[in-house]
């Protein structure tokens, strides 16, 4: 995953892309962003690897958000995640409890990028993740 903060407090999270600089970077790059104390938004793109996360690595991701839990909570306003794809936008939708109660941060799905930075916007202005969902299609 590679971390793009320039344009904070729009928050760019590249699942389909690695940081050259190890995992370590982008963990440090999130932290520093929480440590701001200042809202933000992330914007998901491009899909996970279909590799599967080795225990140790799920193991490091879960201690790293449990520590970082409240702040999360806090300042995450949400993820707006861009799947192109009506099925998979469904699906994520479906899924959207159980990353919001493991996260502690919602996640709304947008059909293409354009969309998900309106959406940020809605968010970074104080519009709630909930009346936004509220409003989206289902697919």
Do not use: C
Not at 26 to 54: C, H, W
Not at 96 to 113: D, H, N, R, T
Request: net charge negative; proline share 6%.
């Amino acid at each position: 995953m590679l971390v793009d903060d320039t344009q904070f407090p729009i928050v760019r999270m590249h699942y389909n892309r690695t940081d050259d600089r190890g995992d370590d970077v982008s963990f440090q790059i999130f932290e520093n962003l929480l440590e701001r104390k200042t809202p933000f938004v992330l914007i998901g793109l491009g899909a996970e690897p279909d590799e599967v996360q080795s225990a140790e690595e799920r193991k490091r991701v879960t201690l790293w958000m449990k520590r970082n839990r409240q702040a999360l909570h806090t300042y995450v306003r949400a993820m707006v995640y861009i799947e192109p794809s009506p099925a998979k936008r469904f699906l994520a939708k479906t899924s959207a409890p159980v990353f919001q109660k493991f996260w502690g941060y919602p996640i709304l799905v947008s059909a293409s990028e354009a969309e998900a930075e309106g959406v940020a916007a809605r968010l970074l202005a104080g519009e709630q993740a909930a009346q936004i969902e509220a409003e989206q299609p289902d697919a």
